[in-house]
Antibody, heavy 119, light 109 residues
Framework: QVRLVQSGAEVKKPGASVKVSCTAS????????MHWVRQAPGQGLEWMGW????????NYAQKFWGRVTMTRDTSISTAYMELSRLTSDDTAVYYC????????????WGQGTLVTVSS | SYELTQPPSVSVSPGQTARITCSGD??????AYWYQQKSGQAPVLVIY???KRPSGIPERFFGSRSGTMATLTISGAQVEDEADYYC????????????FGGGSKLTVV
């Protein structure tokens, strides 16, 4: 069965960067795009972007241009999301979510990674 | 930027029909998707491409789309359906940038 396992919780200081990993099993990473979505405490879901693992092509939400980098390592079936220049507004649970195929919508989700930004 | 608008809350009694709406200017040309998120859990896809149910989703979940509005209908809502529901679609054009609605809290009591 499809499974996405994310890295553990992180605490970062303002101005730092965070890199979250998402390891896929039960399917071939290169066969499906991977979305990243975040959710601030008590707030709704926010789409951040996707990566096409086969080629490395990316599609970021305009809000995150210049601060987010999505990469992958196909040899270990893992996708990564790095967010830089963190502020307290970036405190959120970050989810990876497999796309159904070609970047249109997420179907399976990881368990989420809590990133806390605090001085 | 493109937005999808949902009511913040919907409340029904067990066994009643719950309807959650989602409006967006691009919906006449874009599919709508619906996710259920229970407290402390990751979202789960309950409707894709307007009205299709993934395997394992109960038949009481029904999706529809007309013009600029998509609707999630839960016929005979159960207590276990109490959750936040988010609509999702893609931005205008072919850029495949995703957007979520603000979410609707469904209370079944």
């Amino acid at each position: 069965q499809v499974r996405l396992v994310q890295s553990g919780a992180e605490v970062k200081k303002p101005g730092a960067s965070v890199k979250v990993s998402c390891t896929a099993s039960g399917y071939t990473l290169t066969g499906h795009y991977m979305h990243w979505v975040r959710q601030a405490p008590g707030q709704g879901l926010e789409w951040m972007g996707w990566i096409k693992p086969q080629s490395g092509d990316i599609n970021y939400a305009q809000k995150f241009w210049g601060r987010v980098t999505m990469t992958r390592d196909t040899s270990i079936s893992t996708a990564y999301m790095e967010l830089s220049r963190l502020t307290s507004d970036d405190t959120a649970v970050y989810y990876c979510a497999r796309d159904e195929g070609s970047g249109w919508y997420p179907d399976y989700w990881g368990q989420g990674t809590l990133v806390t930004v605090s001085s | 930027s493109y937005e999808l608008t949902q009511p913040p809350s919907v409340s029904v009694s067990p066994g009643q029909t719950a309807r959650i709406t989602c409006s967006g200017d691009a919906l006449p040309k874009k599919y709508a998707y619906w996710y259920q998120q229970k407290s402390g859990q990751a979202p789960v896809l309950v409707i894709y491409e307007d009205n299709k149910r993934p395997s394992g989703i109960p038949e009481r979940f029904f999706g529809s789309r007309s013009g600029t509005m998509a609707t999630l209908t839960i016929s005979g809502a159960q207590v276990e359906d109490e959750a936040d529901y988010y609509c999702y679609s893609t931005d205008t054009g072919d850029n495949r940038r995703g957007v979520f609605g603000g979410g609707s809290k469904l209370t079944v009591v």
